[in-house]
């Protein structure tokens, strides 16, 4: 709570606090102060605390690194402020390159283009990648077209039907095909009794 001191004989006179809602009520109550109302919960926020809306200095530090895994170079972009955003760029270079953004996610209000230094740098080093990495080579092959066939529906198996075994109905159990212990012989060709 705010409040102004309205005392003139108290050391604190036309001084405006910040104070605990429970002291700020009690010096109000015996004519020690009065409440100070603010325009809008934005200035209560930054009477309260000013840093909160300060504005976020924050830069990017760019560079063109090469893979541990897969030896390609890549273009990184990493925010100096904690668990911003990062950036990793690795396809071939095209004209439009400098128009990659680092879009920031901590609340800098400016975003960053690819400085022309590190994208220079990024063209000379790019080498199309002739060999696959174990999970390049993994993803390509889950990738690739795959061979469609129509679904026979003869082919289905469905379940047999039958009259229902003694015991079943106690238990709610709907259970038409015959029990393995019935003596009848499994087909292995279906993986079904006859």
């Not at 109550?29 to 976020?56: C, I, M, Q």
């Not at 990062?86 to 996610?105: C, K, R, V, W």
């Not at 229902?164 to 009848?184: I, M, S, T, V, W």
Request: proline content about 9%; overall charge positive.
């Amino acid at each position: 709570m705010k409040i102004r001191f309205t005392n003139p004989h108290s050391t604190k006179y036309g001084r405006e606090e910040h104070v605990e809602n429970t002291i700020g009520k009690t010096l109000i109550a015996l004519g020690e102060a009065e409440v100070v109302p603010y325009k809008d919960f934005r200035e209560r926020l930054r009477s309260e605390n000013p840093t909160a809306f300060a504005p976020v200095a924050a830069t990017v530090q760019w560079s063109v690194s090469q893979g541990m895994i897969n030896s390609r170079y890549y273009i990184s972009a990493k925010c100096s402020q904690p668990q911003c955003t990062t950036l990793a760029y690795d396809a071939p270079p095209s004209a439009a390159l400098e128009s990659i953004t680092f879009l920031h996610s901590c609340g800098c209000a400016h975003a960053e283009k690819v400085p022309a230094q590190i994208a220079e740098q990024y063209r000379k080093q790019f080498k199309p990648a002739t060999t696959l990495g174990k999970d390049e080579a993994r993803y390509y092959h889950d990738a690739r077209p795959q061979v469609s066939k129509p679904v026979d529906p003869s082919t289905w198996q469905y379940p047999l039907t039958g009259p229902l075994r003694e015991g079943n109905e106690k238990e709610g159990l709907l259970n038409y095909a015959p029990n393995p212990g019935d003596g009848q012989p499994l087909d292995p060709a279906f993986h079904k009794y006859k």
